[in-house]
């Protein structure tokens, strides 16, 4: 092993630091109106998530250079921590902001769903190493649909983040299927899951199900008819078409975007993709859709050349929360699917996403650094 | 260990299966990517166009006022007499309270009404329901013109440092507000601002367009590349306003109109110690006004305050007649004419009792706005108005006037209520010095001399014999003293104010001279002084074309023409100066914000008058009346000043009504000041005698005097002396001479100053109360002791009770002797008087 060449992959690092400096100045550019208003400093947003980025970057530092393999010995731990820091949201150390208590006062302000998706992909990744073939049996079914429905179930139920619940399933849900050689079960499962979605819409859709008894339906009857909620609930998805649809194709130029000043409701945070279209039109948007194609290719080639099941297994977790957030969020942005608040991974205003994106990036470096390139 | 894991599970590698599945996974998340492209792409084509104009649309293009700051008006000193100070209006936005299920709206509320100093526009349930009622509300003013000691917590909450987060849709609104830190001080000339940044009245209403500077603005616009630009044009603030007022001074002499108030206050009706006062004091050299007051006043800071305000109300409402607001007196006692100024146009001939050719009187009544004859009721032989013979209940005689006038619909008790205060409030704003004609009376008579010396048509040596009346035109018309004063020198007649003297004289010079040189002073034009609402008198002197013998005998003793008191003193400052006719003017010089001369006021001399040999004549003839004559208590101790005093009876003749005056300078070897005091209709029982206007000057100069660094020429006797240690004046005893003395007395003038001072200083902080409370103290010290004093002295004089009037003359029978008093010297006069006609 020792004098044998190993693969640095210095594209996905590229596309990381490209998009975390584009994501840096979109930010401010999104972000510098309403900071100056709220916080007399323009900046605000950005010092903050330059802060955060440098904790992040540094932490991947750490974590390409410690070998993972010793990930599978703590595991367990990071599952039981994961569930551990959500509870904690119960306690006195959790808090909310904008109505949601999601966040915990550790010194740092930190989101557990945040953790629990590194959690998840950790621990399934040894979960389903561990199994192997033993994954179609009753321990295993119990392992793997427990364990996800488990800590699922706390993010949405605990913190009241279907976003994060959805993606923590996703991502299970895809190394699973990955893991395992067949097809149809999988496909009876995403049939299943879209029809129950489908059935939600249809019930709010009639009148059976209405914005009264969840705020979730509210965002389904906006997302069915955005046009007769135009004011009201359907006001940010609104202005972000408006902001996607006046863009055009090359944009408006960096900086000059009109939605940000006050019309799409936080703009950093979800809805940072519109004034992306907005700003840089669709060619912007277009180069950032093709960093990320870019990033999940390279994430395919290190899983398909990882030395080992856990390996891939972590690059595929880790490639599954990035396709499902930036999917998702894209689908948001464009109405394509309802309202849930997911940001934009490397992009979107969050010091907890960014820190822990950044270590799963570690973990795929980290991963990409052991296989051994034939000469 | 991962070579252990491998063999266990005998899955060394990644194997192709789930290569496979990896692929596959792969291309979905590509389709996926691929379709929201597609999606992306969609939206522009299809809505592309729609969005782009919804954008544009939403934005507000809302142009934000940036006010301009009213420019300052200042004293000679710097001293500041209006200034304005930046306050704050709170806003709130309730679509944005009622958002998020009304989450923002009850910490708002909390948030706003812990700010205790902050007065709101609502109660607290009243804003609450106002929010819920108009939830599509962006902009709402709960709280106007705060200070900032009272929104600088709110402020930190909104923005700063420390804001708090969760307070939404409320905000600061920047504005100006205008402050008075002399509260009445010279508020006649002054004038305050109405409505967001409107002069009325005085300078604020003159030199509004100087003082107001023009608002700016902060806009959006689109640009070339439909990118919406913001452009901020900043506020032009306005040019500050320095005037040739003395602070100083124009206290000194509003303390004493206070103080004349106060002493004859409800003496003989119920009210203020006149109906009117004003006094000007000028520089003859140059037109300049060092101080001008006129009584009533009001406070600048609250102009619209009604209290004692007297409401003349028309006769078919309960509690019709003159009411007096908001205070426990009962006021219905006075004088029509007192309260709401109701001009009354009087048939011609009712109020013409010296001259019956009436032509002119008509225009004098009807068109003046004076209070001198507007409010006359008609008490003359012709008049049949029954209500007319009582003198102190005028209030029927006033309504049955009025109602015949009265307007064709009938008005609410409300509207008539309104239109009366409104009626009273502008009357008390008016500026007595400027905007009230009235016959001059005898400082009529220097100008008469000057004419008559100037024209050469009378050369100072005459002699002249008073034998109490001289028949002119038919008219047998009376001298001040009915009994004749007997030979007279030239220098006499002017000394003992001889009428028949100056009728002589008139007759001397010639109506067409006479009248070239009223024109040449100024009588029936405009001084143009730069102050609002100057009387045109016009109409209200005689026309050379229809004017009797008659008309030139009493014109030359001051009846029968209207002037206004800036005419007056402007045309004498002329008759003193050397001859020169400046126009008279307040502001010296405009200066802009920063602080640079915009422009300068400099002294315009816009005739000559007189000759320099005329103008030290007339010095001569009027300090000899001060020295000699009439005018004695006019002289401050240790001064040689000149003037002129005058007893004008009013319309209409023997109701005892008059309006006493004082016309003079100082010093008399180079005149250095020109000080004009009138008082209309002094609320004593006999209002004749010149005394009240030359004691209340003499007051007025033995304070201004020293103050304005006029040395004193004169040896003062030792009672003189006493009486000014008793008033507390010790500095005006050895003005000019640096004793500790004087030092003293410069302290008390200087305590005013200082008081200014604090308030130009600490102009930030809320004013009133140390003015205010100089301008008590003020009235209270001293002043009163010595008329007290006075009082003593001169028992017959004052002492209201024992005095009558005669019925027949309106003259005031001395209680004592039974004789009549002279209304000019305030000597008693002998023997039967008839009427003048």
Redesign the interface.
Known sequence: MKGQKTLFDFTLLFVIIFLLCFGLVMLYSVSSYDANI???DSAYFLKRQLVSTLVGVFFMTVTIFIDY?IL?RVAKWAYIGSCVLILLVLSPLGYEVN?ARRWLNLGMSLQPAEVAKVGVIIYFAYLI??L??NIYSKRGLIKIGGGVGLISAMILIITDNLSSAIIVFGIVF?MV???T?NYRIYFGVAAGLLAIAALFVILVKNGVLTSEMSYRFARIEAWLDPEAYASGKSFQTLQA?????????FG??LG?S??K?G?IPEAQNDMIFSVI?EELG?FG??IV?FM??VM??RF?VI??N???????MLV?GV??HI?IQ??LN??VV?N?IPNTGITLPFISYGGSAVVFLLIEMGLVLNVARSIKLKT | MGKKRQNRTGSPKFNDRMKKKLTVSSLVILLAFLGLSVRLYAINRDNGEVYKRQVLSQQSYDSIVLPAKRGEIVDRNGTKMAVSEKVYNICIDSKTLNSENGKYLDHAIQVLFAQGAIEYSYTQSDLRAYILDNPGSRYRVIAKKQSYDAVSDLMGAISGPEKDPELKGIWLEETYKRTYPYNSLAADVIGFVQGENEGAYGLEEFYNSTLVGTNGREYGYLNDDENLERTTKPAENGMTLITSLDVNVQSIVEKHIQAFNKEHENEFREGDGAKNIGVIIMNPDNGEVIAMASSPGFDLNDPRNTDGLELELPEEFQMAGIIKVEQGKEGASLNASDSAEIDIAVPAEKSVDINNQGSENKALTAESDSSNNGTDQGTTDQSTDPNGESYTAPVGAGQTEETGEAEDKPMTYEEAYEAAKMEALNARWKNFCINSTYEPGSTMKPFTMATGLESGKLTGNENYVCGGVKEVGGHKIHCSNRLGHGPLTFSQALENSCNVAFMDMGNAIGKDTFMKYNRLFNFGLKTNIDLTGEALTNSLVFDLNTMTPTDLAISSFGQGFNVTMIQMITGFCSLVNGGYYYQPHIVTKIVNDAGATVQSIEPRVLKQTVSKETSDKIVELCTNVVELGTGKSARPAGYKIGGKTGTAEKYPRKRGNYLVSFMGFAPSDDPQLVIYTCIDEPNVPSQASARYATVLTRDILTEVLPYMHIFKTEEMTEEEIAELKEKELDFAITSGVATPAEEAGLETVNGEGESAEGQVNGEEKPEGEKSEGAGEAASEDGVITFVDKEKKEKPGEYKKPEIKIDEATGYAIDPSTGALLDPETGVPVDGNISDLE
């Not at chain 1, 078409?241 to 194709?249: C, P």
């Open positions: 709220n916080y007399n393999h599978e109505g190493c561990d192997g073939r895809m299927f990955i893991a050689p078409l408006y902001a996607i649809g006046s863009g055009g194709v408006k130029g000059q009109l939605q000043l019309y279209c669709l948007a277009t859709i990320f194609i999940i290719w395919f899983a398909n990882a030395e080992d099941e856990f390996g891939a595929i490639m599954a396709s930036v999917i894209i689908a464009t394509t």
